[in-house]
Structures are given as C-alpha cells and as structure tokens.
C-alpha cells in the first residue's frame, strides 16, 4: 500500500484554515493600544479595595435607576447636596428632582474617583489643587467601616 502526499492545493486549504483559526497578533496589539477606545482600565478607580469598587458600581446602577431607597441605605445621614445655601439631610431627592440634577449625578458618578482627603471624589480633577475645579462633585467616604455617599454639590 502506497501512501499518498498532500495535493499542494490541499495542503494550501489546510494551512489557510489553521491560520485563519489562529488569533492574530496584530489584533491584540490593536486592542492594547490606549486611546483606541476606552479601555476598562481608564474607568478603574484608584482605590483597588473591592468594597469600594463594590458600593460605586452599586451606587452607580442605583443612580441610574433612580432607586431612591437604594440610594438613601447609602448615604450618609447629613449628606450634603447644596453649598449655598447649604443644604442636608432630608429633602435630597426633592432638590435634585426640581432642578433636574439626576442627569448631572448620573455623569459625575460616571467618572473615576480619586482620593482628596478622607474622601474619595468624582470627578478626579476635583482631587487636583491645581486645577481649581469648582463645579459638580461627589464625595464617598468610610464611615464606621462603611462606605457612604457623603455629598454631590456644585460650586
């Protein structure tokens, strides 16, 4: 019995489905490239503690849904949702309802925090001196062992 070799244009199939079933190295390193999109590792938070990163994503979904009993198990009792004049306490919601500021929270929770202080703040240019940031921000902050939203205020 005589074994037969490969026909060429045979062997050319198989090797161009063995190739096209490989990844492609110029893929990963496309996907790697910072900037191209953004990347999971740019909405990452400073703090790595997985608790942290636990009440954010829940603080997150419950802004989105406008969960408010949610929302409250997680504040601080005298969170602070107004500068001038100031405010805080009961009537958060209220506020934020009448000058429509469920949208802003919404955004500034949607930015990385980064730590200013005690407190963990979103946006991160807050926690930055230099920059003199003065519009809206929120304020998370260990108390008793547990993290709380503290305060979103503008000014």
Known sequence: MQLKLFRPATFAVTLAIAFAACKS?????AAKKPGATQSQSALKEENKEVDFQAFVGRL??????R???TIASMMAPDFGYSL???????GVFQYWDE???WPE??????????QKGDFWVAPPQFADESLS?????AGIRRINGSWKFVYFVNG
Do not use: C
Not at 105 to 114: D, K, M, N, P, Q
Not at 133 to 137: E, H, K, N, S
């Open 25 to 29: 190295s110029q893929k990963k390193s």
């Open 60 to 65: 997150r979904k419950a802004v989105t849904a």
């Open 84 to 90: 001038n004049p100031e405010k805080s306490g009961p």
């Open 133 to 137: 940031y003065d519009g809206y921000r």
């Open 99 to 101: 000058n429509n500021l």
């Open 105 to 114: 929270l919404e955004g500034i929770l949607s930015e990385r925090f980064a």
């Open 67 to 69: 969960d408010m009993n």
